[in-house]
């Protein structure tokens, strides 16, 4: 039978910096091999047929590193929005860029833009690159939304309007939540990734370094996501129950 694969797969690509530090490379050099991590990781998507990708490429925290870092990573994204797009464009994906946009350059918040608006008519793969994101900035971004398009109703800020409107302002609102949430380099942890969409998502964490993070490694995980089951808060019995019925209808 063959592996279910998981819709949505979300990604934080950690370990660059350790991996330059073994080859005693500085860090730029690790952060530059992530990037092919991450093009070999899209390929294999788009090969095994995930709907969707989202990657964790800079946090709102990752303005603390050494302004060096901040700006080879700046860099990265800069040069990927020219050297990158077309090629994704070509292969059928479609670009997000998910994050506060407001304390990039001019110059980088119009590639974003671009980008999107190029690929935009792709919808073999869904690639969000979640960049200057914050699972707690989503959340507040997203209330404040809420709230004001109630106090412009004149509506209340009700426990129901509130919980059935904020889904909808969370920055990745276009996408189903995620299924599979990978982390590399060995920390489990989510350091303020998606803390609203990945209630119910299955994690699995990689000792491996995101630059060595291959297809082999991806499909470790996707086999892991296979044999789980998802109970959404049932019983392990009431899932089976559904499993039976649907497979009895295909029949
Ligand atoms: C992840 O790799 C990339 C970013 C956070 C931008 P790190 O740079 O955090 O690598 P380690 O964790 O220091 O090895
Ligand atoms: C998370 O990695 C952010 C990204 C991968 C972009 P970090 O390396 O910043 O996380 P912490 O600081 O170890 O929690
Ligand atoms: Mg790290």
Redesign the pocket.
Known sequence: MPVPIPRHIAIV???????A?RRLLP?AA??RQ?MEALRRCIRACLARGVEALTV????SE?WR?PAD?VNS?MELLAKALTREVPELEAAGVRIYFVGDRQSLTDHVRQGLAQAEADTAHNSKLVLNVCFNYGGRWDIAQAAAQVAARLAERGEPVTEAAFSEALPGALALAHMSDPDLLIRT?G?QRLSNFLLWQCAYSELFFSER??PDFDETALDQAIAAYAARERRFGRTGEQIKLVQTAAQTIAI
């Open positions: 690509m950690d370990g660059n910096g350790r991996w530090r860090r690790g952060h992530g964790f490429a800079f946090s990752n590193r870092e990573l380099g920390e370094l995101w």
